[in-house]
């Protein structure tokens, strides 16, 4: 079933007359810029990042007294990266309620990575805007925080460019190197590819919205191709 407004507010536990009382902040949430109107949801999008990040630091914060502040860090990428914004967009439904343009709809708009997390981010910042510190917070807790317990089960938060350093150096006595391979996409929508070489040996390639997201795809492939690249070396 497609999901709906109501239906999503009901979801996360929102009252529904929050939406009819703020039925254009909620639409602009879930505009995305490709369609040309005058409003979108990228300035949203900034404020649900900095709530976002907040509201990660402090649970972290207070929620492992004793961890040092490197892990902390890791944990956090890990919580608020593309990908894990992504999943949460997909179990909210949330590529249904996108206004997409023609163009960006027939791309696939709704499946991307980069546009659901950006439209998870949006939601964060039009619930503050509506309801709330306590009540943006809850849904960042409720359906964010909640991955993190899978996160450290599958050693998401290990910083893939440092476990590939470590590996590189400690076995063949090499540090990586990185290359952009190639840019596409409007400027505020860039996708960057980006191999990953050992010496002269390509090891992988992965893809992003900055130079940096591409980098860290790029070493996390390499990580899983390692027998494949480890020929190659001898």
């Known amino acids: 079933m497609k999901q709906t407004l109501d239906t999503l507010f009901r979801q996360i536990k929102i009252d529904t007359n ?20 005058a409003f979108h949801n990228e300035r949203l999008e900034f404020l649900g990042d900095a709530v976002l990040e907040l509201v990660t630091t402090e649970f972290l914060f207070h929620s492992f007294p004793n961890c040092p502040e490197g892990d902390m860090t890791n944990y956090r990428s890990a919580l608020v990266k593309r990908e894990n914004l992504a999943l949460v967009a997909r179990k909210l439904k949330l590529g249904d309620l996108l206004f997409l343009s023609k163009g960006e709809e027939a791309s696939g708009g709704r499946e991307k990575d980069y546009l659901l997390a ?11 805007i509506t309801v709330g510190f306590k009540e943006s917070a809850r849904f960042v807790t409720e359906w964010i925080l909640i ?20 590996l590189t150096q400690g ?17 505020h929508e860039k996708t960057f590819e980006v191999a990953v070489f050992l010496g002269e040996v390509k090891l992988a390639v992965g893809s992003g919205n900055s130079k940096k997201e591409g980098q860290v795809e790029a070493a996390a ?14």
Do not use: C
Request: net charge negative; aromatic share 6%.
């Open 18 to 37: 929050v939406l009819k009382q703020n039925s254009a902040v909620f639409e602009e949430a879930f505009t995305h810029r490709s369609l040309g109107k």
């Open 118 to 128: 950006n439209v998870v981010e949006a939601l964060i910042g039009a619930l503050y």
């Open 147 to 166: 991955e993190l317990e899978a996160i450290i089960k599958n050693n998401s938060h290990i910083d893939a460019k440092s476990a590939l350093q470590e």
């Open 171 to 187: 076995e063949h006595g090499v540090t990586p190197h990185y290359q952009t391979m190639s840019e596409s996409g409007l400027d």
């Open 221 to 234: 492939k390499a990580l899983e191709k390692k027998e494949d690249w480890t020929k190659k070396l001898k």
